[in-house]
């Protein structure tokens, strides 16, 4: 079976500061990898997929960047947070290659800038 | 561009009060409907996907639908632990990324 794993679960960070947030799927290879942040109370945003090593798509210009080093490994990142960055992020997997690209969520990571 | 709205934004009910979640979508060429459950803190849980009008799908309480322009999830005797907040999301026939609506708060009271 397949399982996504995000850490870290929460994280405070000052203004200024960088970040570095990492999901990993086990139990597929070649996965769909998606970054959505989600707003209190608020639907999901997609921010960033890719579709393979390397390869990055963004949804959404920001400060933050995304990075597919290894084929189950998805990293989110800024150089430098700003208030407006603080949300509940969410890492999610699909199979790509399957007619229907159902997509399956992470525990998530809580981010607080202060 | 894809648009998903989802009514009522807040829903309470008494234990085996049963009723129904509305997405309303709007998609050039619909791929798949997908709801997902979303427990306080958590990431989301898949549910259903519904691929085209006329489709139903059903698991335990719940029963999703579809129509050309909208999905119900209907509840039928909820319970507590159906507490949760239930998202809509479209995927178009061009691509893979999902549009959500932002979610209907059940809260189901013993």
């Known amino acids: 079976s397949q399982t996504i794993h995000q850490w870290p679960a929460t994280l405070v960070q000052p203004v200024g500061s960088p970040l570095s947030l990492e999901c990993t799927v086990e139990?597929?290879?070649?996965?769909?990898l998606y970054w959505y942040r989600q707003a209190a109370g608020r639907g999901l945003q997609l921010l960033f997929y890719?579709?393979?090593?390397?390869?990055i798509s963004s949804e959404v210009p920001q400060n933050l960047s995304a990075s597919r080093p290894q084929d189950r490994q998805f990293i989110l990142s800024s150089k430098k947070l700003l208030l407006s960055d603080s949300g509940f992020y969410l890492c999610?997997?699909?199979?790509?290659?399957?007619?229907?690209?159902?997509?399956?969520f992470g525990p998530g990571t809580r981010l607080t800038v202060l | 561009e894809d648009q998903v709205t989802q009514s009522p934004e807040a829903l309470r009910l008494q234990e085996g009060e049963s009723s129904s979640l509305n997405c309303s979508y709007t998609?050039?060429?619909?791929?798949?409907l997908f709801w997902y459950r979303q427990d306080p803190g958590k990431g989301p849980e898949f549910l259903f996907t519904?691929?085209?009008a006329g489709e139903e799908k059903e698991k335990e309480r719940l029963k999703a639908t579809l129509t050309k322009k909208e999905s119900f999830l209907h509840i039928t005797a909820p319970k507590p632990e159906d507490s949760a907040t239930y998202l809509c999301?479209?995927?178009?026939?061009?691509?893979?990324?999902?549009?959500f609506g932002e979610g209907t708060q059940l809260t189901v009271n013993p």
């Open positions: 139990g597929t290879s070649n996965p769909n």
């Open positions: 998609v050039s060429g619909l791929r798949g």
């Open positions: 519904l691929y085209s």
């Open positions: 999610a997997w699909g199979w790509g290659r399957s007619s229907t690209d159902t997509q399956y």
């Open positions: 890719s579709v393979g090593i390397g390869q």
């Open positions: 999301a479209v995927q178009e026939t061009s691509g893979s990324r999902l549009t």
